[in-house]
């Protein structure tokens, strides 16, 4: 599924079309990007209608609203990835909204330390410089990563 990816919030990247599901860190202006992301995919459904349905995510960054059709399926945030679909689902062209945030860990790592030469002007030293930017590991993978998948079962 061909996917367009839009973005929201402050120092939002551009939009993006996307074949495969990546981390945001690794698309052109989001290696430091916190905030929200909406994917929007269509797909074709020709089957009988399923009595039971369940889109399937290999991984979610951190959490997700998924919408299918229009209709609220769930959000996402914890194991299993998995929300019910089959009451949304329906014949032909279906459209597939899931809004993705992450924390804001990424855009701090991406700020500019502070200058702390006016605090320890007036106070001394007994601020040291901030550590978390070293111990942070970088910049923690955010969006939608890996495959969407539609599970279809013919009995419930």
């Known amino acids: 599924m061909d996917w367009k990816l ?4 402050p120092d939002a990247p551009p939009a993006a079309h996307l074949n495969a599901l ?7 202006g989001g290696r ?11 797909f074709v459904w020709e089957g009988a209608m399923p009595p039971r349905a369940l889109l ?3 991984e979610i960054r951190d959490a997700a609203e998924v919408r299918l059709n229009g209709h609220r399926l769930g959000i996402l945030f914890t194991p299993r990835l998995e929300v019910e679909s089959a009451a949304a689902l329906r014949s032909g062209a279906n459209e597939l909204e899931i809004v993705v945030v992450n ?12 200058d702390l030469a006016p605090l320890r002007a007036r106070f001394g030293s007994r601020f040291g410089a901030p550590e978390e930017k070293k111990t942070s590991g970088g910049p923690a993978p955010a969006g939608l990563i890996g495959r969407v998948r539609l599970l279809v079962f013919d009995r419930d």
């Open 22 to 28: 990546v981390s945001w860190t690794e698309l052109p």
């Open 56 to 58: 399937t995510f290999d």
């Open 103 to 114: 924390p804001p860990l990424n855009r701090f790592l991406g700020l500019p330390d502070q």
């Open 32 to 42: 430091f990007y916190s905030g929200t992301g909406v994917y929007h995919g269509r």
């Open 6 to 9: 839009d973005f929201e919030g």
